[in-house]
């Protein structure tokens, strides 16, 4: 069993700076993809950014030029470093893995962390 364990969450004011960290841990997997959601009080839950095992990185428009996705392959360790923080940024911020181990068969599940939450003050 895989977990993710998130950190760096916190408050900080308009136009400041964060950097969340996910660390996965277990035994015998592999992570093809990671990502940061994050979800708003009363909105549905968002894909912020991904970042393929080769580095291809994708960002939802809102957070382009502002956030950064990187990874550690051989530490199983990615963050998202969010710069430029908006009000709207508010919210708790998940990371999440399709981790691919072995059982039988090769299999594919997603993981998630338990959530940070990050509030920017205007």
């Known amino acids: 069993q895989v977990q993710l364990v998130e950190s760096g969450g916190g408050l900080v004011q308009a136009g400041g700076s964060l950097r969340l960290s996910c660390d996965a841990s277990?035994?015998?997997?592999?992570?093809?993809?990671m990502g940061w959601y994050r979800q708003a009080p009363g909105k549905q839950r968002e894909l912020v950014a991904t970042?393929?095992?080769?580095?291809?990185?994708n960002y939802v428009d809102s957070v382009k030029g502002r956030f950064a996705i990187s990874r550690d392959n051989a530490k199983n360790t990615w963050w998202l470093q969010m710069n430029s923080l908006k009000p709207e940024d508010t919210a708790v911020y998940y990371c999440?893995?399709?981790?691919?181990?072995?059982?039988?068969?090769?299999?594919?599940?997603?993981?998630w962390g338990q959530g940070t939450q990050v509030t920017v003050s205007s």
């Open positions: 277990g035994s015998d997997f592999s992570i093809n993809l």
């Open positions: 999440a893995a399709d981790i691919r181990y072995f059982s039988s068969i090769w299999r594919t599940v997603r993981s």
């Open positions: 970042i393929t095992y080769g580095g291809s990185s």
